[in-house]
């Protein structure tokens, strides 16, 4: 098992968590890049959501419910936030397991890369 997100999972890696469920596990992004980086992940490895089968994307959906709970547990619902996934090589996604970003807490820039 050498995917760092399933070691946080696996309680091997140390990490501050915010949130967990069966489904999924959400904590402080280690290198923030902006006042609130939050990760949001399912538990199962999964490397991206290009590997998502139709009958799995509900998982989508309860994750970006995640991220809208823990944007007001930062407050920052008013003020507005992120949610990123990166997929692959060329969009930026350096960890291979499947992951939403969730940033805030200052003015982010209106560039999608
Ligand atoms: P991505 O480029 O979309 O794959 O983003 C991976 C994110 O995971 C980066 O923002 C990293 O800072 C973050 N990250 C990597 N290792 C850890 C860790 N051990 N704990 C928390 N966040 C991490
Ligand atoms: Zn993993």
Redesign the pocket.
Same mark, same amino acid.
């Given at each position: 098992m050498d995917c +760092?997100?399933c =070691?946080?999972v696996a309680g091997k890696?140390p990490?501050e968590i915010l949130y967990q469920d069966e489904e999924v596990i959400a904590?402080?992004? +280690?290198?923030? =890049?902006a006042p609130t980086?939050l990760?949001i992940i399912p538990k199962r490895h999964i490397p991206s959501f290009a590997h998502l089968s139709e009958a799995e994307s509900p998982l989508i959906g309860h994750m970006v419910n995640i991220a809208n709970q823990l944007a007001k547990g930062e407050g920052i619902s008013g003020s507005g936030y992120r949610l990123?996934?990166?997929c692959g090589e060329e969009g930026?996604?350096?960890?291979?397991h499947l992951?939403l970003?969730l940033l805030g807490g200052r003015r982010l820039s209106d560039k999608l890369g």
């Amino acid at each position: 098992m050498d995917c +760092i997100f399933c =070691q946080i999972v696996a309680g091997k890696v140390p990490s501050e968590i915010l949130y967990q469920d069966e489904e999924v596990i959400a904590f402080r992004d +280690i290198n923030p =890049q902006a006042p609130t980086h939050l990760i949001i992940i399912p538990k199962r490895h999964i490397p991206s959501f290009a590997h998502l089968s139709e009958a799995e994307s509900p998982l989508i959906g309860h994750m970006v419910n995640i991220a809208n709970q823990l944007a007001k547990g930062e407050g920052i619902s008013g003020s507005g936030y992120r949610l990123a996934m990166n997929c692959g090589e060329e969009g930026g996604q350096l960890v291979p397991h499947l992951h939403l970003h969730l940033l805030g807490g200052r003015r982010l820039s209106d560039k999608l890369g």
